[in-house]
Each structure stands twice: as structure tokens, then as C-alpha cells.
């Protein structure tokens, strides 16, 4: 079983489209984050939920918007796609605030 | 800005060979997280480190937190082709619920 699961792992999609990553952890995990990693390789952290609570809202543009139907789940939809969005955004969750991460395969996705 | 300086950002070693990287940051922290992500995978944790001056072990992995808990290093003794990847340590100021802030992290190539 795998125990952070994001999907879809591929999106191609053409700028200005609207395109959405679902993830779900089954580690019984009180938060989640979303992490964009970009071609260098950088990854910045996006947003943190912690039971259903945002807790963290970088400076992200509004375009990005997270929903944290239970805590087990952590959707990204990205309004109005733009090139400079093309990255892998992996999901990921801890017990705790100061422990270790657990990230999803990743969403590779290509904005043409 | 980036709140944790890694280096070097890439090293290409023989097999054999020991690799090190470095993370630096200019306040101290609250702990240290490491990571290793395969290419083409996902960040995977490798350890966390808590304490003042802390060193810890992993096989040919060694860890070690400054007395000062600023700056932090992993260390590989005789590298092998299964480590390949990139290393990235993660900071924690202690400041907000899961507020990593990740290195740009170091991309390890062994050549055999």
C-alpha cells in the first residue's frame, strides 16, 4: 500500500487551462503540505494543512487553491495555468509538526 | 530569501571515493531533517538530528549538527553507485507548525 499516493503523475496541458492534483496519505498523518519542485530542482514549500486547518500560505499566487476535504486528503487546483507553473508538485504529510516528511511519487506537470 | 545555504550543488566522485555536503544557516535551528531523492524519484528521509553537536551513523553515512545547531553536514565514506542522487537537508527554526526550509541540495554522481 502506498502510503502518501498523489494523482495524476503526468499533466500536459496548454496555458490558461485549469488542472487539478489530488493526494491522499493513509499514515493517519494530522498534516499535509504541498511542495513545488522546480527544474533546478528547488523545492519551496506551497502550503501546509494541519486537520483540515491551513497553516501555511506562502507567497504563492491566488491561482493555487488548496482543499483539505479530511485530513487525509490534500487537493491543489491551479486556475488559469501559466508557463512559468510547469514543475513537480509532490505532496506530503508528517505526525507531527517537527517530524520527518513522507512525499508522494509526485505530479509532473508541462505547461505548453 | 533562502533560509538554508547547501554546497556544493553538484559533486562527481569515483567510486570509492568520500563525498560531503554542507548546510549552513544564519540563525540557529531547531533540528536538521536530511533527504535523498533518486533521480527521476521522491524525496525520501534519511534522518533528523536534534541536539547540539549531535553525530550520528547510518551504515557509510555520517551526520553531524553543530554545537552551535547553525550549520550541518552528511558525510559518505567510500561512495557507491547506489548513492547517486540528491541530498537535500530541510531546517527547522522551530518558529511555525512545519515550516521546513529545504537546501537547494547537493546532486551526487558516482562514477564507476
Known amino acids: 500500500d502506498t502510503a502518501v499516493s498523489q494523482t495524476p503523475k503526468y499533466l500536459v496541458t496548454q496555458m490558461g487551462n485549469d488542472k487539478s492534483i489530488k493526494c491522499e496519505q493513509n499514515l493517519g498523518h494530522d498534516t499535509m503540505y504541498w511542495y513545488k519542485q522546480d527544474s533546478k530542482k528547488f523545492l519551496k514549500i506551497m502550503f501546509s494543512y494541519n486537520n483540515k486547518e491551513l497553516i501555511i500560505n506562502e507567497t504563492v499566487p491566488n491561482r493555487f487553491s488548496p482543499k483539505s476535504p479530511d485530513k487525509a486528503h490534500l487537493n491543489l487546483h491551479i486556475n488559469s495555468l501559466e508557463l512559468g507553473d510547469s514543475a513537480v508538485y509532490f505532496c506530503a504529510s508528517s505526525q507531527t509538526n517537527t517530524g520527518e516528511l513522507f512525499f508522494g511519487e509526485g505530479s509532473r506537470l508541462t505547461v505548453l | 530569501g533562502q533560509q538554508v545555504m547547501q554546497i556544493p550543488q553538484y559533486q562527481h566522485v569515483q567510486e570509492g571515493e568520500d563525498f560531503t555536503t554542507y548546510c549552513n544557516s544564519s540563525?540557529?535551528?531547531?533540528?536538521i531533517q536530511w533527504y535523498k531523492q533518486r533521480p527521476g524519484g521522491h524525496p525520501v528521509f534519511l534522518i533528523q538530528l536534534v541536539k547540539s553537536g549531535e553525530v550520528k551513523k547510518q551504515k557509510r553515512l555520517t551526520f553531524q549538527f553543530g554545537e552551535a545547531k547553525k550549520n550541518s553536514s552528511l558525510h559518505i565514506t567510500a561512495t557507491q553507485t547506489t548513492d547517486v542522487g540528491t541530498y537535500f537537508c530541510a531546517a527547522d527554526r522551530g518558529s511555525t507548525l512545519g515550516r521546513l526550509y529545504f537546501g537547494r541540495g547537493t546532486q551526487l554522481t558516482v562514477w564507476p
Open positions: 540563525t540557529t535551528l531547531s533540528n
